[in-house]
């Protein structure tokens, strides 16, 4: 994990000729650090509480439950969140609005957080979001549950792009606009085995792999292009649609890969973006996206070639400008950089957190 946690989370730099300084290979799992490290140095930060709308409580909750991912004492794997909950409660401005005003992030799903039993399938969970506690708070979090997450709030998975001024987001959104891209579309990722999403991807690595119109970056265990980030925007950055097939849980990283390249995203899930990240994409999904569905959920049934080749070139010019009108607000920026000029994902949703507190503590 340590060279994933350099450069306060954003990881180590990559050194090629095609990129500038503002290139890292940041995991995927690390939107919590980033976070903090943006928080720290952000212009809205005070260090007089009596001013202060929110607060934030820097708690890595996914690199805990990394490190406790194996532990099979249920006690042992929440000792951390338990204790964190009753810290919480002694501060005096916990007590002011009794945790409403507070803000935790997690770089992991909320899935990893949600474990409701002691008895049971067990894949690792510990109990944080479940905690009465923290329930009264608002969560960030890169996938929040679809169904039972009303103080989560989706925040985009990281990517690699970290820039420092407004100026270097201009110079890439140019450098996208003007990309050929000679396939039709692509598709990354490996093949799900027993799970219910193992169907739509075993699909789509066939249809890819039956079309010339189709790049397929097939990943393998081990040693896989997939894990090289020049690889995977190369994919990208050729291709004019990229597919977003649900892997262990809706949301992926390459979602946001996808966006950063220019390549318009096609979904398979409504909850893989539509009712994750409303803070940030458009309300109106077909501005930037194709979402691609049957009745009785059979992918097979759906020639993706076919679906996308009937989309005109002058519609597919105004998504793509869309998705990469996107680009700002969904990149974390360097945590060093003072003068930025634009908003980025800390700052949409520092906007939107206070916002959403204040209305919540008013109707209170």
Known sequence: MCPHVENHGLGRPLITSSFSTNWFATHQFIAEMIFHARMENHPCR????NHANLFYVPFYGGLHASSKFRESNHTARDELAVSLVGYLQRQHWWQRHRGKDHFLVLGRTSWDFMRTTNTGYDFGA???LMLPTVQNMSVLTVERHPWNGSNQHGIPYPSY???STSDQIVAWQNKMRQSERPYLFSFIGAPRRGVDKAAIRDELIKQ??????CMLLKCENGASKCHEPLEVLKVMTESQFCLQAPGDSFTRRSTFDSILSGCIPVFFSPHTAYTQYGWFLPA?????SVYIFDNNGNTSSINIEKRLSGISTKRVQQMRSAVIDLIPKLTY???NATHLGFQDAV???IAALVK???SKIRIN
Not at 46 to 49: A, E, G, L, S, Y
Not at 208 to 213: A, E, F, L, Q
């Open 46 to 49: 005070t260090w007089d509480p």
């Open 126 to 128: 510990n109990c944080l």
């Open 161 to 163: 792009f970290h820039p």
């Open 208 to 213: 890819c792999g039956d079309s010339i119109k």
């Open 284 to 288: 109106n999904p077909n501005d930037y």
């Open 333 to 335: 920026a360097h945590p």
């Open 347 to 349: 700052d949409v949703s």
């Open 356 to 358: 959403h507190v204040n």
